[in-house]
């Protein structure tokens, strides 16, 4: 059973930084593209960083030069750095992959920005 599972997300004072880690389990991301997306409340998901199977990056501009997505295909792990966050980052964190199994998200991970 494929499910991903993330970790890292906390509480940070602006200007700080976190690193998010997404494990998938159940198969194999190598070969597929994997995105992060977040959400705060009140508004809709937002696609913040992709990367492909080629590692090739992209990241909405809210994020560019502040955030980082990389990935290890050994521990099939992908990750967000996060850094000099701010409030307006604030918001529950998910990763997202699709394969020919289907489409998976993981439960969430909260970033809380806040002095």
């Known amino acids: 059973q494929v499910h991903l599972v993330e970790s890292g997300g906390g509480l940070v004072q602006p200007g700080g930084s976190l690193r998010l880690s997404c494990a998938v389990f159940?198969?194999?991301?190598?070969?597929?593209?994997m995105r992060w997306y977040r959400q705060a409340p009140g508004k809709e998901r937002e696609l913040v960083a992709g990367?492909?199977?080629?590692?090739?990056?992209n990241y909405a501009d809210s994020v560019k030069g502040r955030f980082t997505i990389s990935k290890d295909n050994a521990k099939n792990t992908i990750y967000l750095q996060l850094n000099s966050l701010k409030p307006e980052d604030m918001a529950v964190y998910y990763c997202?992959?699709?394969?020919?199994?289907?489409?998976?998200w993981g439960q969430g991970t909260q970033v809380t920005v806040s002095s």
């Open positions: 990367i492909t199977s080629s590692d090739a990056t």
């Open positions: 997202y992959f699709r394969n020919s199994l289907g489409a998976f």
């Open positions: 159940g198969t194999s991301f190598s070969g597929n593209a």
